[in-house]
C-alpha cells in the first residue's frame, strides 16, 4: 500500500480576471506531492506563481480548478483541519503591535484552541535561542531573532508541514548556518518542509527534491542531486608540469581518460587535477532558458 503524501498538488489552476476582462493564468495545471518528513524546494523567478500557490495551501486564496490534499484531506472541503497540520514562515516579518514573545506564541496557540501550551512555547524559545528575551517585544528584537520568533510562532502548534518562504533573507551568515540545522532537525522528527528560496544555495544544501516552476507552468520536478546530474557538466581544472592551466567540462557521461585523450593531454604532465560538480544554480538557469 502507497504511503499517504503529506501534501499533494493535483492539477492546480489560477486565473486573475481584472476590470478590463483580461484574464491573467497565474497557474498552469500544477502537479506535485511532498512526502512525509521530506525536505521540497518550490524555486521559480519573480512572478512565476509561488506566492500564489502557496497562498491556495494556506487558504487565503481558492483555485479556479484543481485541489491540495494535505495528509489525503482537500483544502477546499476540509479546510479547519488541514490548517492545523500546516505551520507557515512568511518572507515579511509580521509585528505584533505591544506583545512580548511570550504572549504572542500564546495568544497564536489560542487560534488553534490549545488552552494551556506552555510546554511547546518554552521549548520553542529554547531551541531558538529566545527564552532569554521572551519578554520583550518584537520591535526590540534583532533582524535575525525576529527571523527566529516568526519561525517559533508557525511552529506553536506543532504542524506536520511547515512552509518556509524565503527563510534567510536578509540574515548573516552564523544566523543562516543555524536555520539550516533547525530545518534539518524538523526533517528527523518528521516534519515536512516546503522551501521556497533565490538562494539557491540554499536549496541544493537542503532539499531532497525541488520543483521549478516558471510563468505558471511547472518545468521540472525531480531530486536534486539527479537535477545537477542530468543538466550540469562537470568542470576539469588542469594546472601541468610547466605552470599551463587548463580548463574544459566533461560532455556527460564522459570519462575523464577519454576527455584527456580528446585533448592531447598526456597525464604525466598533469601536476594537479580537480573535477568540480555543477551547481543547482547552473540547472536552473538551463531549466528556464529551455
Excluded at 41 to 57: C, F, R, Y
Excluded at 128 to 136: F, G, I, M, P, T
Excluded at 262 to 287: H, Q, R
Aim: glycine share 8%; with cysteine; hydrophobic share 40%.
Amino acid at each position: 500500500m502507497e504511503k499517504i503524501r503529506a501534501l499533494e498538488i493535483d492539477n492546480l489552476k489560477k486565473t486573475y480576471k481584472s476590470h478590463n476582462a483580461v484574464s491573467t493564468e497565474a497557474l498552469k495545471g500544477i502537479s506535485f506531492d511532498v512526502k512525509p518528513g521530506e525536505i521540497f524546494g518550490l524555486l521559480g523567478p519573480n512572478g512565476a506563481g509561488k506566492t500564489t500557490l502557496i497562498s491556495i495551501i494556506t487558504t487565503l486564496e481558492k483555485p479556479t480548478s484543481g485541489d491540495v490534499r494535505v495528509f489525503g484531506e482537500s483544502v477546499l472541503q476540509n479546510p479547519l483541519k488541514t490548517k492545523t497540520q500546516i505551520g507557515i514562515v512568511p518572507q515579511e516579518v509580521v509585528s505584533s503591535g505591544f506583545f512580548n514573545l511570550e504572549e504572542i506564541l500564546k495568544y497564536h496557540s489560542g487560534y488553534y484552541g490549545i488552552k494551556d501550551n506552555s510546554v511547546r512555547i518554552n521549548h520553542l524559545l529554547d531551541r531558538l535561542k529566545l527564552a532569554d528575551h521572551k519578554h520583550k517585544m518584537m520591535r526590540q528584537l534583532s533582524g535575525g531573532m525576529k527571523r527566529r520568533m516568526m519561525i517559533a510562532k508557525a511552529l506553536v502548534h506543532s504542524p506536520q508541514i511547515l512552509l518556509l518562504d524565503e527563510p534567510t533573507a536578509g540574515v548573516d551568515v552564523e544566523l543562516r548556518t543555524q536555520l539550516w540545522q533547525f530545518v534539518r532537525e524538523l526533517q528527523k522528527e518528521g516534519v515536512s518542509i516546503v522551501l521556497t528560496t533565490h538562494y539557491l544555495q540554499e536549496a541544493e544544501a537542503l532539499c531532497d527534491r525541488v520543483g521549478i516552476i516558471n510563468k505558471g507552468e511547472l518545468k521540472y520536478v525531480g531530486h536534486t542531486k539527479e537535477i545537477i546530474s542530468q543538466l550540469t557538466q562537470k568542470k576539469v581544472s588542469i594546472v601541468t608540469n610547466a605552470g599551463e592551466k587548463i580548463s574544459f567540462f566533461l560532455n556527460k557521461n564522459q570519462a575523464l581518460g577519454e576527455a584527456l585523450k580528446e585533448k592531447m593531454i598526456n597525464l604525466d604532465s598533469v601536476f594537479d587535477l580537480n573535477i568540480s560538480e555543477g551547481t543547482l544554480e547552473e540547472a536552473f538557469v538551463k531549466v528556464l532558458n529551455t
